[in-house]
């Protein structure tokens, strides 16, 4: 059996419920990186949609390709992975923010090319971005609730 988060920040003679200020800390910590990681995912959102309407990005698509240099893709493969070593959900995390890296360099690619309708259609509802960025936002919550 799994032990929930927040048993494992705390030490066992303080599992009554009761956590220190700084175990207490670590949890709120977990939450407010889960919080700002599905902030700065959702602002991609945003980048694209400007990308589509200007047919311009300060990102290229080689860069946005890469699922390792957003602060998301940092904080998956560092931090994350360290605290959850080995957690299925942390690597379902990974495989779907990888996967939405690739989404969104396609959106990019034809938003870059002035092909604003094929753009806009990889993002509507349904589409594999769409799909996509909604598992991984419920990923990330689920994690957010490991700590709760």
Do not use: N
């Not at 949609?49 to 390709?65: F, L, M, P, Y």
């Not at 495989?95 to 870059?112: G, I, M, Y």
């Amino acid at each position: 059996m799994r032990v929930p988060l927040k048993e494992q920040l705390l030490p066992a003679d303080t599992r009554d419920g009761t956590p220190t200020v700084g175990e207490a800390r670590a949890v709120s910590e977990l939450e407010t990186l889960v919080t700002k990681a599905i902030a700065a995912h959702g602002q991609w959102k945003v980048r694209l949609r400007q990308a589509i309407d200007t047919g311009k990005s300060e990102w290229s698509i080689d860069q946005v390709k890469v699922d390792d240099q957003c602060v998301l893709g940092q904080w998956i493969y560092g931090d994350a992975v360290a605290r959850f070593p080995g957690d299925p959900l942390v690597q379902e995390i990974r495989e779907l923010h990888r996967q939405f890296h690739q989404e969104a360099a396609k959106v990019l690619s034809l938003a870059l090319m002035g092909r604003k309708a094929d753009a806009e259609r990889l993002m509507e509802q349904g589409s594999a971005y769409a799909r996509i960025s909604g598992s991984l936002v419920r990923a990330l919550q689920k994690l957010g609730q490991k700590a709760a």
